[in-house]
C-alpha cells in the first residue's frame, strides 16, 4: 500500500523557478529515487505588509490545526453512517469528486470560492467561516443521526416483516382499491393461513352492506395471507370490530398514490442521505497552500519568487530524501538542521524547531481511515 504522507515544500527560484524544480526533481526522484514529485500550482496572492504576514502566520498554524482536527472529524462521521459498508469509505471520502491523493496532486486554486483579489486575511476568514459553517452542519447532522439510523432500520424492518406490521405500500396496487368512490372502500386485511376457509365464509356476514365476491387474496408471507374486502364505508368500525372478534386483522391502510410515493422515495432519501462529499479537505488544502505562500515570503523575501513542491516521499526513504534536502538546500539557513527533540518557537514562523528545516516545510496525510491524527 502506498504511503500517505505528503510533503509540501518551497525553494527560492534560481535563476527560473523551472530550474529550481528541475534540479529538486532530478535529485531526489531521478536519480535517487526516493520520491514521486509534483509542482503545486499557486495563484497570484497579495502579499501585503511584513506585519500583516507574520500576524497571519501565527493564525494560520491554529487554522491549519482545526481544520485538520475538522476534516478528520468528517471522515469518522462517515466512517460512522456507512456502517457495514465501512470498507467504501475511501470511496466516500472525495474532494470535487476526485480521491484525496488526486486532489492534492493535481491542486488548482478555487478561484470561485476564495478570490485572488481579496487580501490573504479576507481569504483566510472565508476559509475559517466556511468551515466553522460546515462543522455546525456537521454537529446537527450528528445529533440527527441516531435518529436517522432508527428510521432507517425501521423503514427497512417494515419492508421485510410480518404482513401484521410491515409497509404494506410495495405489495398493493391502484386497480385493489376502488376508487374515487363516496359511498365505499376497500379495507386489506391480514388472515391466518389456517383461518382461510373461514375468512371466505364469514367475510360477506361480518356487517352490512358488504359488496359480495369483492374478497381478492393479494399477497402471502409464510404465516398470513393478505385479503382485500369492499364495503359501504358507513359500516367500517362494525366490520373491523366484528372481524377481530374472528381473529382478522383488518390493517389501517388508505391508498394514497401521492403518499405511498413519497413512502416509498423516504427510505432511497434516507440512504442518499448518507453521502458527503469531503469539503474539509479541500479547505484544508487551501489552507496549506497559504500557508506555503506566507512563509516562503517571510523566508525568502520579496520581490515572490519561489517554486512550491508537493512530495510523495517512497516507504522507507524519508530518511535520505531529508538528508538529501537538507544537503541540497543547507546554504538557505545553516542554523537549521531539522533535529528533532528541540521545541523552541520561532516567533513568526508557526512552528519549532523540531519541524524547522532550511526550505519551507509542511506535511499532509490523506489517510482519513487509519490510525493518523494531527
Known amino acids: 500500500m502506498a504511503s500517505t504522507e505528503y510533503w509540501l515544500i518551497s525553494a527560492p527560484g534560481d ?57 478528520r472529524k468528517m471522515a469518522g462521521y462517515l466512517g460512522e453512517v456507512l456502517e457495514d459498508q465501512r470498507d467504501k469509505l475511501a470511496e466516500n471520502l472525495l474532494a470535487n469528486q476526485m480521491d484525496l491523493a488526486t486532489y492534492l496532486t493535481r491542486f488548482q486554486w478555487e478561484m470561485a470560492k476564495f478570490p485572488i483579489k481579496q487580501s490573504l486575511r479576507g481569504i483566510v476568514d472565508a476559509i475559517n ?33 410480518s404482513l401484521l406490521t410491515r409497509n404494506l405500500c410495495d405489495l398493493v396496487k391502484k386497480e385493489d382499491f376502488v376508487q374515487n368512490s363516496e359511498y365505499l372502500v376497500t379495507l386489506l386485511v391480514v388472515v ?18 358488504v359488496v359480495p365476491r369483492s374478497s381478492r387474496l393479494i399477497f402471502e408471507d409464510r404465516d398470513h395471507g393478505l ?11 362494525e366490520y373491523k370490530l366484528h372481524a377481530r372478534e374472528n381473529k382478522f386483522i383488518v390493517r389501517e391502510f388508505t391508498y394514497n398514490e401521492e403518499e405511498l410515493t413519497a413512502g416509498k422515495n423516504e ?18 488544502s487551501h489552507v496549506k497552500a497559504i500557508r506555503v505562500f506566507v512563509e516562503s515570503v517571510l523566508r525568502y523575501g520579496l520581490p ?28 538557505l539557513d545553516s542554523s537549521a538542521t531539522g533535529s528533532v527533540g528541540e521545541t523552541v518557537d520561532i516567533p513568526g514562523l508557526g512552528f519549532n524547531t523540531s519541524e524547522y528545516y532550511p526550505y519551507v516545510y509542511f506535511k499532509m496525510n490523506t489517510d482519513m481511515i487509519g490510525e493518523h491524527r494531527p
Open 267 to 284: 427510505l432511497s432519501k434516507l440512504i442518499n442521505d448518507k453521502k458527503r462529499y469531503f469539503r474539509f479537505f479541500i479547505c484544508w
Open 129 to 161: 467561516n466556511q468551515v466553522t459553517q460546515i462543522e455546525n452542519d456537521l454537529k446537527s447532522k450528528s445529533t440527527n443521526y441516531n435518529n436517522l439510523k432508527s428510521n432507517l432500520a425501521n423503514m427497512e424492518r417494515k419492508q421485510t416483516g
Open 304 to 331: 515572490v519568487n519561489f517554486q512550491a513542491i508537493l512530495i510523495h516521499p517512497h516507504k522507507k526513504s524519508t530518511k535520505r530524501l531529508r538528508d538529501i534536502l537538507n544537503h541540497l538546500y543547507l546554504h
Open 227 to 237: 385479503y382485500t374486502v369492499t364495503l359501504f364505508s358507513k359500516v367500517v368500525d
Open 15 to 71: 535563476k527560473t523557478c523551472q530550474q529550481t524544480w528541475e534540479k529538486m526533481n532530478n535529485l531526489t526522484a531521478g536519480q535517487n529515487q526516493l520520491c514521486v514529485n509534483h509542482k503545486f500550482h499557486l495563484p497570484d496572492l497579495k502579499v501585503g505588509t511584513l506585519d500583516q504576514l507574520v500576524g497571519l502566520s501565527d493564525d494560520l498554524a491554529k487554522l491549519d490545526t482545526y481544520v485538520e482536527g475538522t476534516t
Open 192 to 209: 391466518q393461513k389456517s383461518f382461510y376457509p373461514d375468512w371466505q365464509s364469514k367475510y360477506e356476514a361480518l356487517a352490512d352492506m
